[in-house]
């Protein structure tokens, strides 16, 4: 595999050129030691994923780029395999926590029928709070006059 020194990407033998930063220079084979792009991550994932990779012995470290949202995981190169097997499996647990297969997704007829008549049931409850106010208001004003 080709390692950037600049992007802390891997690629293919084939790849000449960085697609990234278009450096030839920076490209050469990754050594054992060198720490390379695993993923960017928003922050939720980026603490499970550290937990996980400490409990794993992965080396790796966590970025903060300028310019996107999230974080940026490196691992070790002779520990990426491993460590993108784990980013899967974690990925995937996240996901079926979040969506369960036996989880039924309710229809979207169903979604905008609970939505119209939320709507409905807020703005009577809106309707009976005034109604509700005026009368203890117009009370307390007929006790004075």
Known sequence: MLYCKKC?????DTANICPICKSSENMRTALENDFVFLD?????MANI???????SDISY??????????????????DFDKANE???KIKQRVETECWPE???RMPRWKRTTVRVVSMIAFLLL??????????IILWIMGLFT
């Open 8 to 12: 802390m990407n891997i690629y293919d």
């Open 40 to 44: 960017c991550v928003d922050d939720a």
């Open 49 to 55: 994923l550290e937990i996980e990779l400490k409990s």
């Open 61 to 78: 470290k966590i970025d903060i780029p300028s310019n996107v949202d999230g974080k940026n995981v490196y691992v070790k190169y002779c």
């Open 86 to 88: 784990l980013l899967i």
């Open 102 to 104: 036996e989880a039924e």
């Open 126 to 135: 809106i309707t009976a709070v005034v109604l509700f106010t005026d009368s």
